[in-house]
């Protein structure tokens, strides 16, 4: 089995899948290192440690990674701290880690805190989440409604177009619930950067059974008449019986032109900003 991708999803599957002894298990990085988003790079050789490319956290309640983590053996890896939450407003920090902070916020009147609280409570703390419901709706539309316009352009607005660019308007209302809902007081990092959690579930996947072959782009993947399938390597090719592909959706899409042009035509609707 083919797994194309040697970032976070891809090696856990490896993991995974090499354990089951079903499959004799390939993973394909196309770069010289595993991680993808996760990754991290030394920007000089007498770094100790890795600085990740992009910010990541763990929240004390992401349960399955943090078992992951134990069962490779890196829990030691893991630690938990307690940072203080703010906002950015004109130039200075605001904590907004208590309701007690948010409301000694001076630039929002009362009724306008009172109605953002009541917004992220009721986010945070319905014991009946709408999820389904929240996926169809879209996070800025919605905040503006019910949080306040004023509240919601003077600090929740600004949090969107810094992660999201352009595309704030897009993000449904799902993607903000779960920050919210999920969000702890404490956040877990790993001691040496997710590039050594990364480097640890590698090591994990080998020694379970699987192979991992960096610098080896995927060019094109092909179906076999017979069953199974064809990879198209740089200077090879090789065949798989199944592949499990963890790229994003247009360089799948580009990969692998045989899929049917329905599944194809979803693949390039998707928008991805990675």
């Not at 939450?85 to 000694?104: I, K, S």
Request: net charge positive; glycine share 8%.
């Amino acid at each position: 089995m083919a797994v194309i991708g040697g970032g976070v999803a891809g090696l856990t599957a490896a993991y995974d899948l090499a354990r089951t002894d079903a499959f004799d298990v390939h993973v394909y990085e196309a770069s010289g290192e595993l991680g993808g988003l996760a990754a991290g790079f030394k920007g000089r050789a007498a770094w100790e440690w890795p600085l990740e490319k992009f910010y990541h956290h763990l929240f004390t309640n992401d349960d399955a990674i943090i078992n992951l983590t134990k069962e490779i053996g890196a829990g030691h890896l893991l630690e938990i701290h307690r940072p203080t939450t703010v906002m950015h407003y004109q130039g200075r920090n605001y904590p907004f880690d208590t309701p007690a902070r948010v409301l000694r916020f001076p630039h929002l009147s009362l009724v306008n805190k009172l109605r953002m609280g009541l917004i992220i409570a009721w986010l945070r703390y319905y014991p009946w989440p709408p999820w389904r419901r929240y996926d169809k709706l879209l996070a800025d539309a919605w905040l503006e409604r019910w949080m306040g316009p004023t509240s919601y352009r003077m600090l929740w607005q600004p949090m969107l177009e810094g992660k999201f660019g352009p595309h704030y308007r897009e993000v449904n209302l799902a993607w903000f619930w779960a920050r919210i809902y999920k969000r702890t007081p404490q956040l877990g990092y790993y001691r040496g950067g997710f590039q050594a959690f990364v480097d640890a579930l590698a090591r994990a996947a080998e020694q379970s059974g699987a192979r991992i072959f960096t610098r080896t782009p995927v060019q094109r993947v092909t179906s076999q008449e017979g069953g199974g399938w064809t990879l198209h390597l740089a200077d090879r090719t090789e065949f798989y019986d199944k592949v499990l592909c963890t790229v994003s959706p247009d360089l799948m899409a580009r990969m692998a032109p045989e899929l049917p042009e329905s599944y194809l035509a979803q693949l390039r609707s998707l928008k991805s900003m990675g």
